[in-house]
């Protein structure tokens, strides 16, 4: 979002920036005192969006290890590794090349959605309350985190009434889509850098635009910089909002260089070479960690998901979310699953913001070029997440969608189209907060009609919480230490049966035991589809193969000498301690005896059988 360039010397609303004000005086306390009265409006609509976010994840509390997302509980389980992983850089266990999952391989954390950044953040409470609290902290963080960064954005950086400003960042941070994301992709919801990227972005177009009354030349190096260290920790929260990001930013600065000529001759040259700047200074840090992502150990460089079958029906877009109060399960067929309610934005809240954009186009030029640059941004965003072809009410049509033009692009080619409709919701909240913002400052009957209908709209998106279900609770043999009777911290310990991506509860055990054990196999994006392209897990080695098979069907197999061979081959070549299969598992009984023909006798630990191999 940028701004109408100055033709006089004068305040420039659009990227106006908060004036210092003089410091209190007096003692420490009056001057708290006068900070928290000046800023009590900002104050309170941070409680409510805390609030706000408690309401939607109140469902975990106060039990966050013994309550479970209940729509999308195994990728909870992976992103509750990843944090349990990532905290072990407390103890210096720590690399982008992991060997706490898919013994003896590894997997590459920069090639899976880790995190990092706030995994490392966040590492203390996760080593002394458990992965849980901390997953718990962060679907909730995240949501009001976003919400408070737009809000920020604005109210200082567009000058715009804090309420029509609260609004607007409402819908950003608790939209359908940010809900929806919500089940259990941290790396989704964790948008609170996007807003400091715009803020960057504008700040280095001002500082590039040599018009009277321009900032000094050191604030373009500055911003550059700047955006450069957030562009950097961005990719360690989430490389996808960053990408997205990035388009509809790419998309918004064309649009709005084509609506105002003047500024884009004036300022292309400095903002231009301000962004490569920017990116040379990323590209310093960045380039290893990229590097490693793609053609590293365990890395991949191509996408595993369809986009023919992650794409948007185009029904969606004016249908309420199933996770809304007002909206129906029944809507639910038209996505691919709870976390993908993307463009659930429904028929209200649609037409608002086209009334909205309608309203504000003829009038305020200051602004118009902003509202175009967010309406044409909208349009494209939405036409690509309706991914190669149009799909209107869950039938597929013969009508090809823009996205069909990135097929082949790498990279781009790995997105998921219906992802894109993400970025809708900062772009409709700004253009409410521009409708609110200039209704609040007209006379007339607009100043009631226009807020009136945007918080009506605004209800119809109001999330209901997150439902939650009563987590298994974890083995003795887990929870009460007992597995250092069995593999010595750093050891390889395996599971039975093993963890699968639709499977992959034992590697709650690994969490819970704050991943001082390595396990075989589990959920994990690595080389192991065709030609070393990118597959969900990994392919089984015999014995875990037959070991799965008595889990889910029972019986007892014929167990020969070839099949010991076997078995002893496997556990070397995972590294193996020990073997346990504890009671809880799905025929345990059955695998205990599988267990005995293959190792021999077992020892019971706790509630657990045991084979030291």
């Known amino acids: 979002m940028t701004s109408q360039a100055r033709t006089a010397p004068g305040a420039d609303r659009d990227l106006a920036l908060d004036s210092t004000e003089p410091a209190a005086t007096g003692s420490r306390l009056t001057r708290w005192r006068s900070g928290l009265l000046r800023h009590r409006a900002d104050l309170a609509v941070v409680l409510v969006f805390l609030l706000l976010a408690g309401w939607v994840t109140h469902g975990m509390w106060p039990d966050p290890s013994g309550r479970v997302l209940a729509l999308n509980p195994a990728d909870q389980t992976l992103y509750e590794w990843f944090l349990a992983v990532d905290a072990r ?69 567009l000058r715009a009434r804090r309420f029509a400003a609260a609004l607007g960042a409402g819908l950003c941070g608790f939209g359908p889509g940010m809900v929806s994301q919500s089940n259990s992709h941290l790396h989704m919801t964790a948008q609170w ?7 960057l972005v504008v700040r280095l177009l001002r500082a590039a635009d040599p018009g009277p009354g321009t900032l000094p030349r050191r604030r373009l190096v500055s911003s550059a910089v700047g955006l450069a260290a957030v562009v950097t920790v961005q990719v360690f929260v989430g490389e996808e909002v960053l990408f997205l990001a990035a388009v509809t930013l790419l998309v918004m600065t064309v649009t709005y260089g084509l609506a105002d000529r003047g500024l884009l001759r004036r300022a292309l040259p400095g903002f231009a070479g301000g962004l490569l700047f920017a990116a040379g200074l990323a590209l310093i840090v960045l380039g290893g960690p990229l590097w490693f992502q793609f053609a590293g150990p ?40 709870p976390a993908e309610y993307n463009t659930f934005l429904g028929l209200p809240l649609l037409l608002v913001v086209v009334g909205c954009a309608l309203w504000l186009s003829p009038h305020g030029p200051a602004r118009r070029p902003l509202v175009r640059a967010c309406v044409v941004a909208a349009l494209v965003m939405g036409a690509l997440s309706l991914g190669p072809q149009v799909v209107l009410d869950g039938e597929r049509s013969q009508l090809p969608g823009p996205y069909a033009l990135l097929a082949g692009l790498p990279v781009v080619d790995a997105a998921l189209p219906m992802r894109f409709g993400l970025a809708v919701l900062p772009l409709a ?17 607009a100043r009631r009609l226009v807020p009136a209908a945007v918080a009506a709209a605004l209800i ?82 015999p014995t875990s193969q037959l070991l799965a098979e008595v889990a889910q069907q029972g019986g007892e197999p014929v167990i020969d000498e070839e099949r010991r061979r076997q078995a002893r081959v496997d556990a070397a070549y995972w590294g193996a301690a020990c073997v346990a299969v504890t009671d809880d598992a799905p025929h345990a009984e059955n695998l205990r005896r599988t267990l005995v023909q293959l190792y021999g006798p077992g020892t019971r630990i706790a509630d657990a059988w045991t084979w030291r191999v």
């Open 89 to 157: 850089a407390l103890h210096g266990d720590f690399g982008l090349l992991t060997d706490k999952l898919n013994a003896p391989d590894g997997v590459n954390l920069m090639t899976n959605t880790t995190v990092i950044a706030l995994g490392l953040l966040l590492a203390p409470v996760t080593l002394l309350f458990g992965a849980p609290v901390t997953f718990a902290l962060l679907v909730g963080a995240n949501l009001a985190g976003t919400a408070v960064a737009w809000y920020l954005l604005y109210a200082r950086t």
């Open 298 to 337: 365990q890395g991949v460089a191509d996408g595993m998901f369809s986009p023919h079958y992650f794409s948007a029906d185009l029904r969606s877009w004016w249908t309420l979310s199933p996770l809304s109060v007002f909206g129906d399960d029944s809507s639910a067929r038209l996505t691919t699953g």
């Open 460 to 541: 119809t998106t109001f999330p209901a919480p997150l439902p939650t279900a009563d987590r298994p609770a974890l083995p003795e043999f887990i929870s009460g230490g007992h597995w250092r009777g069995c593999v010595r911290p750093g050891g390889v310990l395996v599971p039975v049966p093993a963890a699968t991506p639709k499977e992959p509860w034992p590697m709650r055990w690994a969490t819970a035991a704050d991943a001082q054990f390595a396990i075989p196999e589990g959920f994990f994006i690595g080389p192991y589809g065709a030609h070393g392209s990118a597959a969900m897990g990994t392919y089984k080695r």
């Open 193 to 199: 850098l996007v807003p400091v990227i715009v803020w």
């Open 429 to 445: 909240g700004t253009l409410l907060v521009l409708a609110v913002d200039r209704a609040l400052r007209s006379p007339g009957r």
